[in-house]
């Protein structure tokens, strides 16, 4: 199976970490799960994370035919357009896409301004597609249960998980967003199981099992059916189902979740200006 070169960047302050995925023979690439800096307090954005991709893009000489989306992150915002303005590609995500929009473009008022059928989005993969990244053969595989519209993409010998699965002594992701599901989370698991033992898994997000004093996002589909905390080869469905939401009912919401869900919904632009030229994001009381 074909060996795709794989860069990784940690985002410290989001914990999340992007892709650049490339075909050595041909220099084509492709980047997954991006991040656009943001900074809460101020509401303002910085292109820190990003630049640091399209520097080491432009230094390899690659051409980027993607710009790979998981899902709809809850945790940071996506710097897909800035991506694409620097480095062209289609900006990819899965076509369930359009069931978070629905469901936030209602929580967030979004106004018949918001188009609900994913048409920010470049490309909607279906489940079980196939594309090229140059010579490298590639599937889009729907993982539903963190969200509904969650994706892995399997690369040659390399599958990126997003938020699906996390570092074996780390776990599972969690299943109550609108839209999530215990049970569906489970069988999207087994997909990525039934995987060949040795492909390699990128982890969209670490945060340091307990013991642990390191950062890490690489493992294998053999060290997550061996050795996985939550859910490994001989985890029962209803056994997960009752771990997954007990769990999920102690849990906070993610910091940015507020920003970074009606950023991602549309692709990672931001907002139309209002009236005064100003760009504004909403924050409902009481509503999550």
């Known amino acids: 199976m074909s060996k795709p070169a794989v860069q990784s960047f940690f985002d410290p302050d989001t914990f999340t970490v992007s892709y650049i995925v490339s075909d050595p023979e041909t220099a084509r690439a492709a980047i997954v799960d991006s991040v656009l800096d943001f900074d809460q307090a101020s509401g303002r954005t910085s292109t820190r994370s990003a630049d640091r991709i399209v520097d080491q893009v432009r230094k390899s000489g690659f051409t980027v035919e993607w710009i790979l989306e998981t899902h709809v992150h809850a945790d940071h915002l996506s710097a897909a357009p800035f991506l694409q303005k620097e480095l062209g590609g289609t900006i990819g995500i899965g076509g369930h896409v359009t069931d978070v929009q629905k469901v936030f473009g209602d929580l967030f008022d979004a106004g018949p301004g918001f188009a609900r059928d994913g048409s920010q989005f470049g490309h909607l993969f279906q489940d079980g597609e196939t594309f090229r990244i140059g010579n490298i053969e590639a599937e889009a595989i729907w993982t539903p249960g963190h969200t509904p519209a969650c ?25 109550d967003f609108p839209g999530g599901d215990a049970r569906e989370l489970y069988r999207s698991v087994q997909k990525i199981y039934a995987l060949p033992d040795e492909t390699r898994l990128f982890m969209c997000h670490d945060y340091k099992a307990p013991g642990r004093d390191y950062f890490a996002w690489e493992t294998t589909v053999a060290e997550e059916k061996a050795h996985n905390i939550h859910l490994d080869a001989e985890t029962t469905e209803e056994a997960f189902v009752k771990m997954r939401t007990e769990r999920d009912a102690t849990l906070d919401m993610p910091r940015l979740i507020l920003p970074s869900v009606q950023i991602n919904m549309r692709a990672g632009n931001l907002p139309d200006p209002a009236d005064n030229g100003l760009r504004y994001l909403k924050l409902p009381i009481d509503a999550v």
């Open 151 to 175: 994706m892995v993409y399997h690369i040659g010998d390399a599958a990126f998980v997003g938020d699906t699965l996390f570092m074996p002594d780390f776990g599972t992701a969690r299943c």
